[in-house]
């Protein structure tokens, strides 16, 4: 089940969906209470291992999502990059030397 809800969260981040930012922000919190308890030891065996499982639910959750934002970055950056030379009406190539004048401009050839 938590396989479905992380593909969820993945696809929710690629439309854009600010509930599942939200969500990840709240789950992020949550994980950080979670380490700060397990840190400081003072918790029964029981409470710890249920804290252990709910922080390693909370922690792929929150990778899937910021592994579908960065997904999501890099579709906009080539969206973006192809854009580009349609604007300016010229196809990027590399360019090793910028264009020069002729020699003769200089000299007395």
């Known amino acids: 089940m938590a396989v479905r809800k992380s593909s969820t969260t993945a696809h929710a981040i690629e439309a854009g969906n600010p509930d599942v930012i ?3 922000e709240r789950s992020m919190s949550e ?3 979670i380490v700060a308890r397990l840190e400081q030891g003072e ?12 922080g390693a639910l909370l922690a792929r959750q929150c990778e899937q999502a910021l592994k579908a934002a960065e997904q999501r970055i890099e579709a906009l ?4 990059e192809e854009e580009s030379p349609k604007k300016n009406g010229k196809k990027d190539s590399p360019k090793t030397q910028p264009d020069l004048p002729p020699a003769d401009a200089f000299f007395d050839v």
Not at 43 to 54: C, F, I, N, P, V
């Open 77 to 80: 950056m080539e969206s973006d």
């Open 22 to 24: 939200a969500q990840y």
């Open 43 to 54: 918790t029964t065996l029981e409470q710890s291992l249920a804290d252990y499982e709910r």
């Open 31 to 33: 994980l950080e209470q």
